[in-house]
Protein backbone atom coordinates (compact mmCIF):
# COMPACT_ATOMS: atom_id res chain seq x y z
CA UNK A 1 0.00 0.00 0.00
CA UNK A 2 1.47 3.45 -0.74
CA UNK A 3 -0.10 6.67 -1.43
CA UNK A 4 2.83 8.87 -2.77
CA UNK A 5 5.44 8.82 -5.66
CA UNK A 6 8.45 8.11 -3.43
CA UNK A 7 5.58 4.55 -2.75
CA UNK A 8 6.07 3.91 -6.82
CA UNK A 9 9.10 1.09 -6.77
CA UNK A 10 7.16 -0.58 -3.81
CA UNK A 11 3.75 -0.65 -5.56
CA UNK A 12 5.43 -1.68 -8.88
CA UNK A 13 7.12 -4.76 -7.40
CA UNK A 14 4.59 -5.83 -5.02
CA UNK A 15 2.43 -8.56 -5.77
CA UNK A 16 -1.07 -7.08 -5.00
CA UNK A 17 -0.68 -3.49 -5.00
CA UNK A 18 -2.80 -0.78 -3.15
CA UNK A 19 -2.94 2.56 -3.72
CA UNK A 20 -4.56 4.71 -1.06
CA UNK A 21 -7.50 6.96 -1.51
CA UNK A 22 -6.01 10.56 -1.53
CA UNK A 23 -2.93 9.41 -3.42
CA UNK A 24 -2.43 11.43 -6.75
CA UNK A 25 -4.48 10.65 -9.32
CA UNK A 26 -1.37 10.79 -11.97
CA UNK A 27 -0.18 7.84 -9.48
CA UNK A 28 -3.58 6.24 -8.38
CA UNK A 29 -3.83 6.02 -12.27
CA UNK A 30 -1.62 3.79 -13.10
CA UNK A 31 -3.15 0.70 -10.61
CA UNK A 32 -6.43 -0.98 -11.65
CA UNK A 33 -9.44 1.12 -9.73
CA UNK A 34 -10.08 -2.61 -7.83
CA UNK A 35 -6.82 -1.49 -6.47
CA UNK A 36 -7.69 1.43 -5.01
CA UNK A 37 -8.12 2.06 -1.44
CA UNK A 38 -10.37 4.32 0.91
CA UNK A 39 -8.42 7.40 2.26
CA UNK A 40 -6.44 6.96 5.43
CA UNK A 41 -8.81 9.05 7.21
CA UNK A 42 -11.53 6.20 6.51
CA UNK A 43 -9.41 3.48 7.20
CA UNK A 44 -8.51 2.71 4.22
CA UNK A 45 -5.12 -0.12 4.75
CA UNK A 46 -7.10 -1.46 7.48
CA UNK A 47 -10.38 -1.94 5.59
CA UNK A 48 -8.18 -3.85 2.85
CA UNK A 49 -5.93 -5.64 5.74
CA UNK A 50 -9.22 -6.90 7.12
CA UNK A 51 -11.09 -8.24 3.35
CA UNK A 52 -7.66 -9.77 2.87
CA UNK A 53 -7.67 -11.90 5.91
CA UNK A 54 -11.39 -12.63 5.48
CA UNK A 55 -11.09 -13.98 1.86
CA UNK A 56 -12.82 -11.05 -0.06
CA UNK A 57 -10.35 -8.66 -0.61
CA UNK A 58 -11.77 -8.24 -4.38
CA UNK A 59 -15.01 -6.80 -3.09
Given at each position: ?G??W ?8 A??AW????A???L???F?E ?10 G ?6 A???G????
Amino acid sequence: MGDGWNDLALLEAAGDAWVMGGAPKELAQRFPEDRQALHCDEDGAAVVMEAMVQGDADE
